[in-house]
T-cell receptor, first 113, second 113 residues
C-alpha cells in the first residue's frame, strides 16, 4: 500500500520554463511534507518542506503548494535550469508523531537547454 | 561540519553471504535511519535508531538488522543475501526523532551476484 505516490516517473521541461512535480498521499494523518532532490551517485538532499498549517511555502525558485482536501502537493521550479535535472522525491510524515519519513518513488526531471 | 559518512561505498557479494554497512551521522545528531533504494521503488524505510534503541522498523524480513552505538554511529547487517537485495542503501541522520529533515549520506551500493 503506497501512501505517497508520484505518478509521473519522468518529466522534461525547457530551460527557463516552469517545472511542476506532483505528489499525492493517502494517509490523512500526514501533516508534514518534504521534497528531496537526488543526483546520480549522491544521497538525496533536502529541498523544501511544508507543514499542514500552510498551503504554500517558497524558497527562491522553489515553491511547494499543499491542497489538504485533495491530499495533493506540488513542487514548482521557476525558472527551470539544466542543473535542476535530477530525481525528485516527495516525502511525508506526522509532525507530532515518532514516525519515519515515507517517500514516493520519485520523478526524474530533465531540463533541456 | 562533516556530513553523513557511509562505508563502504561499493561492494559485491554472492548469494548466501552476509554484509555489514556502516554509517557515521552528523555530529550532534542522535537519530539514524536506513533506507533501501531500488530502481522504480523509491526509498523504502528499513529502520530508525535513536540513542541506541530501535524506534521504528519497516516491512523488511528479519535478515535485515541494525544497531546503533553510544557514539550514534550505526551499522546495518543483511544475512543470507539474495539477488533482490542488490540496491543502494542510504543512511540518514537528524537531531531528534521528531520532525526535521533527514540528512542523507551518499549510500552504499550493494551488488549481489
Amino acid at each position: 500500500d503506497q501512501q505517497v505516490k508520484q505518478n509521473s516517473p519522468s518529466l522534461s521541461v525547457q530551460e527557463g520554463r516552469i517545472s511542476i512535480l506532483n505528489c499525492d498521499y493517502t494517509n490523512s494523518m500526514f501533516d508534514y511534507f518534504l521534497w528531496y532532490k537526488k543526483y546520480p551517485a549522491e544521497g538525496p538532499t533536502f529541498l523544501i518542506s511544508i507543514s499542514s498549517i500552510k498551503d504554500k511555502n517558497e524558497d527562491g525558485r522553489f515553491t511547494v503548494f499543499l491542497n489538504k482536501s485533495a491530499k495533493h502537493l506540488s513542487l514548482h521550479i521557476v525558472p527551470s535550469q539544466p542543473g535542476d535535472s535530477a530525481v525528485y522525491f516527495c516525502a511525508a510524515s506526522y509532525i507530532s508523531g515518532n514516525t519515519p519519513l515515507v517517500f514516493g518513488k520519485g520523478t526524474r526531471l530533465s531540463v533541456i537547454a | 561540519k562533516a556530513g553523513v559518512t557511509q562505508t563502504p561505498r561499493y561492494l559485491i557479494k554472492t548469494r548466501g553471504q552476509q554484509v555489514t554497512l556502516s554509517c557515521s551521522p552528523i555530529s550532534g545528531h542522535r537519530s539514524v535511519s536506513w533506507y533501501q533504494q531500488t530502481p522504480g521503488q523509491g526509498l523504502q524505510f528499513l529502520f530508525e535508531y535513536f540513542s541506541e534503541t530501535q524506534r521504528n522498523k519497516g516491512n523488511f524480513p528479519g535478515r535485515f538488522s541494525g544497531r546503533q552505538f553510544s557514539n550514534s554511529r550505526s551499522e546495518m547487517n543483511v544475512s543470507t543475501l539474495e539477488l533482490g537485495d542488490s540496491a543502494l542503501y542510504l543512511c540518514a541522520s537528524r537531531r531528534g526523532t521528531y520532525t526535521g529533515e533527514l540528512f542523507f549520506g551518499e549510500g552504499s551500493r550493494l551488488t549481489v551476484l
